[in-house]
């Protein structure tokens, strides 16, 4: 029997390809039984249409099908099986299922795939989406970007360069140029996406640090490294601020010593006297103040600084004034609301995280500046990518923008996607809602003799406590941190945590406009649940100094 395989392109004799080739038809025709292969001339690919079935092109539409089938029929069964948000799985116990991978032999099908996934991935995936799950900045998705990504990663444009996203690079800017609107920001505003907050927080800081270097030093950064004023160069955020700031400040050399700490109110709000008080002491210190970065949106309060007065301090000193507004910038969807970001308009660069605020698939996010002049600070140029004498008014380059992304997704689809079809109202409204839930939340909170809630919030984080009886703060918090560690063990419900003063607080992060009044009490009867028998599981007094690793986890006894 003899198989006669078409041309379809041919290489020059030898080639790594051809070999590949070669070991693909041996294969072929020992599956076939085979004795015969007839080729002419050189050696050539000529191999059955099968042959690139896996790579996205024309010929493979049958299999992208399948794929993306199978992979629906995954989300959906997760999304039909999933009754709560955790199933409460350690990292021991798979780790003899992923020992078990041999990651050098390929599966059959998409089937077995499929089950492999979901046996070590989707079944204990954490379900931000379900109602339960209050614990971090994790939004539910909107069914629009979902159907974006399809497109993103299919069609898979770079937006660094026009030649690679045509089409793509006008949409995000024009995503951008309508997110500067909402900001307050005139014409002159520009930005770029990002990967998150923490890179547009270190756009920011990184902008603040070139710009006072060649304003005030006329100093090039970029081109010569830090000054030696740099080691004096400070850079004014609350105490509660996210800790991103004293990660860029390193990264950009100027050390963690570079933040200083402003101390706040008592919601935990940037104070503008003691802004204005660590400003002259460090100016009398001998040290550089350079920018001034205020949050809009604490992550542990869900907080907003008093961003008017902040920003007339920063003018009062001609300082960058950066707005981490990660979180909060969800403010800028509803109307009700939005007044909490007055004074936003003054910043000169603005963090946005839309996978947060606008219900979007991580990631998606962008930094906004008031002057695009101000970019040109990062510009670098390569002949290859977006050479010096491109007219970039002509053929826009987004990489031009970027700190430190050349490839980069296109995940302002998914924006688009979301604003075109549901519209900014219909997002504030869910916004709306997330912050009326959270303020029920708190009613019920403070309304309850066994528990305390340390702050109402801005939007929608609370910070609360277990307090049954009268126990010291030591043993408050072991009972809270217990709770804590039950709550994500049994799954039923997520609750974040973390320290406020040395104290233990269990935290909402209310994030789902499906949650409900009714979802919360029963959370909270959850944690009281637990909470009560801290005492009854262990068999302990709280007082014995019992440290909370000593607590037996799921499906353990405890021995004392």
Same mark, same amino acid.
């Given at each position: 029997?003899?198989?006669?395989?078409?041309?379809?392109?041919?290489?020059?004799?030898?080639?790594?390809?051809?070999?590949y080739h070669l070991t693909n038809i041996?294969?072929?025709?020992?599956?076939?039984?085979?004795?015969?292969?007839?080729?002419?001339?050189?050696?050539?690919?000529?191999?059955?249409?099968?042959?690139?079935?896996?790579?996205?092109?024309?010929?493979?539409?049958?299999?992208?099908?399948?794929?993306?089938?199978?992979?629906?029929?995954?989300?959906?069964?997760?999304?039909?099986?999933?009754?709560?948000?955790?199933?409460?799985?350690?990292?021991?116990?798979?780790?003899?299922?992923?020992?078990?991978?041999?990651?050098?032999?390929?599966?059959?099908?998409?089937?077995?795939?499929?089950?492999?996934?979901?046996?070590?991935?989707?079944?204990?995936?954490?379900?931000?989406?379900?109602?339960?799950?209050?614990?971090h900045l994790n939004c539910p998705v909107?069914?629009?970007?979902?159907?974006?990504?399809?497109?993103?990663?299919?069609?898979?444009?770079?937006?660094?360069?026009?030649?690679?996203?045509?089409?793509?690079?006008?949409?995000?800017?024009?995503?951008?140029?309508?997110?500067?609107?909402?900001?307050?920001?005139?014409?002159?505003?520009?930005?770029?996406?990002?990967?998150?907050?923490?890179?547009?927080?270190?756009?920011?800081?990184?902008?603040?640090?070139?710009?006072?270097?060649?304003?005030?030093?006329?100093? !090039?950064?970029?081109?010569?490294?830090?000054?030696?004023?740099?080691?004096?160069?400070?850079?004014?955020?609350?105490?509660?601020?996210?800790?991103?700031?004293?990660?860029?400040?390193?990264?950009?050399?100027?050390?963690?010593?570079?933040?200083?700490?402003?101390?706040?109110?008592?919601?935990?709000?940037?104070?503008?006297?003691?802004?204005?008080?660590?400003?002259?002491?460090?100016?009398?210190?001998?040290?550089?103040?350079?920018?001034?970065?205020?949050?809009?949106?604490?992550?542990?309060?869900?907080?907003?600084?008093?961003?008017?007065?902040?920003?007339?301090?920063?003018?009062?000193?001609?300082?960058?004034?950066?707005?981490?507004?990660?979180?909060?910038?969800c403010l800028l969807l509803t109307s009700?609301?939005?007044?909490?970001?007055?004074?936003?308009?003054?910043?000169?660069?603005?963090?946005?995280?839309?996978?947060?605020?606008?219900?979007?698939?991580?990631?998606?996010?962008?930094?906004?500046?008031?002057?695009?002049?101000?970019?040109?600070?990062?510009?670098?140029?390569?002949?290859?990518?977006?050479?010096?004498?491109?007219?970039?008014?002509?053929?826009?380059?987004?990489?031009?923008?970027?700190?430190?992304?050349?490839?980069?997704?296109?995940?302002?689809?998914?924006?688009?996607?979301?604003?075109?079809?549901?519209?900014?109202?219909?997002?504030?409204?869910?916004?709306?809602?997330?912050?009326?839930?959270?303020?029920?939340?708190?009613?019920?909170?403070?309304?309850?003799?066994?528990?305390?809630?340390?702050?109402?919030?801005?939007?929608?984080?609370?910070?609360?406590?277990?307090?049954?009886?009268?126990?010291?703060? !030591?043993?408050?918090?072991?009972?809270?941190?217990?709770?804590?560690?039950?709550?994500?063990?049994?799954?039923?419900?997520?609750?974040?945590?973390?320290?406020?003063?040395?104290?233990?607080?269990?935290?909402?992060?209310?994030?789902?406009?499906?949650?409900?009044?009714?979802?919360?009490? !029963?959370?909270?009867?959850?944690?009281?649940?637990?909470?009560?028998?801290?005492?009854?599981?262990?068999?302990?007094?709280?007082?014995?100094?019992?440290?909370?690793?000593?607590?037996?986890?799921?499906?353990?006894?405890?021995?004392?």
């Amino acid at each position: 029997m003899t198989i006669i395989f078409p041309v379809i392109r041919k290489w020059p004799v030898p080639n790594t390809l051809n070999l590949y080739h070669l070991t693909n038809i041996k294969a072929m025709m020992e599956k076939k039984s085979c004795s015969e292969v007839s080729m002419s001339g050189v050696l050539t690919t000529g191999l059955s249409s099968d042959t690139f079935k896996d790579i996205f092109h024309g010929g493979a539409s049958l299999s992208y099908d399948e794929a993306i089938d199978r992979a629906k029929q995954v989300v959906l069964n997760f999304l039909r099986q999933k009754q709560q948000p955790f199933s409460g799985v350690r990292p021991a116990d798979l780790h003899t299922p992923f020992s078990e991978i041999d990651m050098d032999i390929p599966l059959d099908n998409y089937e077995e795939l499929m089950k492999e996934v979901q046996r070590l991935y989707t079944d204990h995936a954490v379900a931000f989406h379900l109602p339960h799950y209050i614990a971090h900045l994790n939004c539910p998705v909107v069914i629009p970007a979902l159907a974006a990504e399809v497109l993103i990663s299919a069609i898979n444009s770079s937006l660094d360069t026009w030649d690679q996203s045509a089409g793509g690079t006008l949409m995000e800017q024009r995503l951008i140029s309508w997110t500067a609107e909402q900001l307050g920001f005139g014409t002159d505003a520009d930005g770029v996406f990002t990967s998150g907050g923490t890179q547009s927080n270190l756009t920011g800081l990184l902008l603040a640090r070139d710009h006072y270097a060649r304003k005030r030093l006329g100093h !090039s950064v970029k081109r010569s490294g830090n000054p030696p004023q740099a080691a004096r160069f400070r850079v004014f955020a609350s105490e509660k601020a996210h800790f991103s700031n004293l990660k860029n400040a390193s990264l950009l050399g100027l050390g963690e010593q570079a933040i200083v700490e402003v101390g706040t109110d008592h919601r935990f709000r940037m104070d503008p006297e003691a802004l204005q008080n660590a400003l002259q002491r460090e100016i009398q210190a001998g040290n550089i103040p350079i920018a001034i970065v205020a949050t809009a949106g604490t992550t542990d309060f869900g907080n907003v600084d008093p961003l008017d007065e902040i920003g007339s301090i920063a003018r009062q000193y001609g300082l960058w004034f950066h707005v981490d507004a990660a979180y909060g910038s969800c403010l800028l969807l509803t109307s009700l609301h939005r007044h909490m970001l007055n004074g936003i308009e003054l910043a000169d660069s603005v963090t946005i995280d839309y996978h947060k605020s606008f219900f979007q698939p991580i990631s998606s996010s962008a930094v906004v500046v008031r002057d695009k002049r101000t970019l040109q600070i990062i510009k670098h140029h390569a002949d290859y990518l977006n050479p010096e004498d491109q007219d970039y008014e002509e053929f826009p380059a987004q990489v031009n923008k970027s700190v430190s992304q050349t490839t980069r997704r296109f995940d302002a689809l998914k924006l688009w996607f979301t604003l075109r079809l549901l519209g900014k109202e219909k997002l504030g409204d869910y916004i709306d809602t997330i912050i009326h839930t959270t303020r029920q939340a708190a009613r019920i909170i403070e309304h309850d003799p066994e528990l305390e809630l340390l702050t109402r919030s801005d939007i929608s984080v609370l910070l609360f406590r277990y307090i049954p009886d009268q126990r010291t703060t !030591s043993d408050l918090c072991k009972l809270n941190e217990y709770i804590r560690k039950k709550t994500f063990s049994d799954g039923k419900a997520l609750v974040a945590g973390t320290r406020v003063d040395g104290k233990f607080y269990l935290k909402f992060t209310l994030l789902n406009p499906i949650t409900t009044e009714e979802d919360i009490r !029963s959370i909270l009867d959850i944690l009281k649940g637990h909470g009560n028998s801290y005492k009854e599981e262990k068999k302990i007094p709280v007082s014995a100094g019992t440290s909370i690793q000593d607590y037996p986890g799921p499906g353990q006894v405890y021995t004392n």
